[in-house]
């Protein structure tokens, strides 16, 4: 039996051409890429999914957080919103601290507005 995606996933795409997402995703190595890459696709065919995986993020509204665990103990997170009944992946980024960072917030939520 095929298992359809019950939320596609689609990456940001900017005004000038540019996509943030899959840009950040080559940079990292080959394993935490896979990892993460993993884990949206969990959330792909998962739909809805819940913490530990997914999660909205309070005083964001509309925008939900991947939760990935990478090699040596870190972190990342991947920012998305659904639009048009797909997962649009707006912002990733290595975790550092125990909260998140507001710009990365920020970030996330711009380009959620900037969706048409």
């Known amino acids: 039996m095929v298992e359809h995606k019950r939320l ?10 540019r996509v943030p997402v899959r840009e950040w995703l080559l940079v990292q ?11 949206i696709c ?10 530990p995986l ?3 993020l309070k005083g964001h509204k509309g925008v ?8 040596g103990g870190r972190i990342s997170r991947v920012f998305f919103c659904v639009h048009d009944g797909a997962m649009v992946l707006l912002h990733g980024f290595i975790k550092k601290s125990q ?8 970030i996330a939520s711009k380009r959620m507005r900037g969706l048409k």
């Open 99 to 106: 909260k998140t960072p507001a710009r990365e917030l920020d």
């Open 54 to 56: 997914c999660r909205s």
């Open 29 to 39: 190595v080959a394993e935490d890429r896979k990892t993460i890459g993993e884990d």
């Open 64 to 71: 939900w957080e991947i939760r990935s665990n990478l090699t």
């Open 8 to 17: 596609p996933a689609r990456f940001f795409e900017s005004v000038s051409g």
């Open 42 to 51: 969990t959330a792909e065919f998962g739909w809805p999914v819940g913490i």
